[in-house]
């Protein structure tokens, strides 16, 4: 089955230079994989500082990696030909958090929604350019009457980030990248808009990459999530595993923080470690031990010496924690490889 989208052990250093040799490692040797005909949704879960928008970053080639690399079908972004760039740039979309900020405030919602269709020629006519338009529009749960002829100041914040899924769904996505798309949306439009995205994979066959910090709205939609922390898979598993049944200890810290109904009760009982202090970028030579080691309750000796290899714990799931080293070790892209296939 060939890969749609790959990132084979990526890492992205920022902020080198003259004056700072060492710079800030973002992303720390992660993989992933989505494959061609498998539609699947997948979660990217970290608190700030996790590196999970550097990934999208990366997996959208809006940034290069440092290390590693960027896959679309098989070939890498960085030796694509104009055809092949243009390809994955029309069939890897992304929603971002703030649909605010990606509008042009002069713009009405038909020129935000023209643009791409005249940059990719999809339509040859202005009917065509019409229909297409209303047609996404629809997708996305919006009715053209209520939003065609408007200026983005005149929509409520839903009714923005749909235009945003909308404008994705005009140029016929593989992937859609969704970067906390329900953020900034009131609780209430919350449901319906991620509801909508799982529509996007269930009738349309569009894989989504989910990066979110609520572990809650991952368990709703997706399949498989990677736990990132300070750029490095912490845990990856399937959903249901991984949010019920918690494995490293960093994992164990998120799911206790996720609130019930009742504010004064946490899963898990309450959290045995300051949740406060839970983010912090890793830097390229503070990466010796385990990066989660300052703060874990666990931690033996031999976290501090080397960084702990992925431990496979089941069929789908790993964890990079020296509590599981009697199980056998598993490279991330086996691993990813492993999750897309399945
Ligand atoms: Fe804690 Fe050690 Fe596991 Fe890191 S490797 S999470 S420090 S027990």
Known sequence: MTSLLEARQVSRVFGTGLLNK???????????????????ITAIAGESGSGKTTLARLLLGMIQPTKGEILYKGRSLTSMDRQGREEFRRQVQAIFQDPYESYNPVYKVDQVLTLPLRKFRLTHSKEQTHQRMEESLR????????????????LSGGQRQRIMVARALLLNPRIILADEPVSMVDASLRATILESL???KRDLGISLVYITHDLTTAYQVS???YILYRGSVAELGSVEEVIKHPRHPYTRLLVSSIPLPDP???????????TKSATGTAHVDDAKGCKFVSRCPFAMAECRHAPPPLYRTEDDRAVACYLYKDHPTVSGGEMAESFASA
């Open 264 to 274: 004064d009760i946490r899963w898990g009982g309450g959290s045995e470690m300051d």
């Open 139 to 154: 997708m996305a749960g919006l009715r053209p009457e209520e939003t065609l002829g408007r200026y983005p100041h005149q």
């Open 223 to 225: 399949q498989n999530i």
């Open 198 to 200: 799982v529509k996007l």
């Open 22 to 40: 060492t710079g800030t490692l973002a992303v720390d040797g992660v993989s992933l994989v989505i494959k061609e005909d498998r539609p699947s």
